[in-house]
């Protein structure tokens, strides 16, 4: 059976949708980040990089939640999880995809989870960044009311794990951004996210 790989409330949290919409059956284990799982010889064996999330699968392990996403949506394409069957389209999931990874994760991940915590000018300077990484997505990403318009795809509830982030830490002003603020109401709405908030002992925010 599967087994994804997870921290509760962490980034896994996209992958672990993605196989609540997807309908596939799977187990999850969960790694505790502050206690240092993520570093233990028994995770390195799965995840060498020392992160969640991972998935075993049948043929071996995959890490990165672009390429979990991208490998539920090509494995149950019944499920319409992605555009997976039109070559430009697919592209275009997996660049949004690309760009959540690569650049409001780490923007928001610095500013909320550094260790120690950043103050003062470091702080401003990291709240700024995260603000207009989110600022372009509201402005310039999402469609809406999903991602890519009318469709919901697998890049909706990964952008959701960041929004719900932003939201906790009081930066997803509705009057700033009234399309994600929207867009993260809808995705929490969804019943496979509410199975995966439930499972990871979470709630809405
Ligand atoms: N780009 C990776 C990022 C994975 C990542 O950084 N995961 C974090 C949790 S959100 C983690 O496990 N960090 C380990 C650590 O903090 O030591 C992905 O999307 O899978």
């Known amino acids: 059976m599967l087994n994804l790989f997870i921290s509760p409330g962490a980034c896994a949290m996209a992958s672990h949708i993605a196989l609540e919409e997807a309908g596939a059956e799977h187990q999850t284990t969960v790694i505790d980040l502050r206690q240092g799982q993520q570093k233990t010889p028994e995770y390195l064996a799965v995840n060498p990089a020392g992160a969640t999330p991972a998935l075993q699968t049948d043929q071996g392990v995959i890490t990165q939640n672009a390429a979990i996403l991208a490998w539920v949506a090509q494995t149950w394409p019944e499920k319409k999880l992605a555009p997976v069957v039109d070559v430009f389209q697919f592209a275009r999931f997996n660049s949004f995809n690309g760009f959540l990874a690569s650049s409001l994760h780490p923007a928001l991940g610095r500013l909320l989870f550094s260790r120690p915590p950043l103050e003062g000018e470091a702080k401003d300077q990291a709240t700024d960044l995260a603000l207009a990484k989110l600022q372009l997505v509201e402005d310039h990403l999402l469609e809406g009311p999903w991602v890519f318009g ?3 795809t697998l890049s909706d509830g990964y952008l ?7 939201r906790q830490a009081g930066l997803l002003d509705s009057d700033r ?9 809808a995705v929490q709405a969804r019943p496979a996210v509410v199975r995966m908030l439930a ?3 979470l709630s809405p925010v």
Do not use: C, I
Not at 160 to 166: G, H, P
Not at 177 to 185: E, I, Q, V
């Open 150 to 152: 009318s469709a919901y």
């Open 160 to 166: 959701s794990v960041f929004t719900r982030w932003a």
């Open 177 to 185: 951004f009234p399309k994600l603020s929207a867009h993260l109401d």
């Open 199 to 201: 499972a990871e002992g």
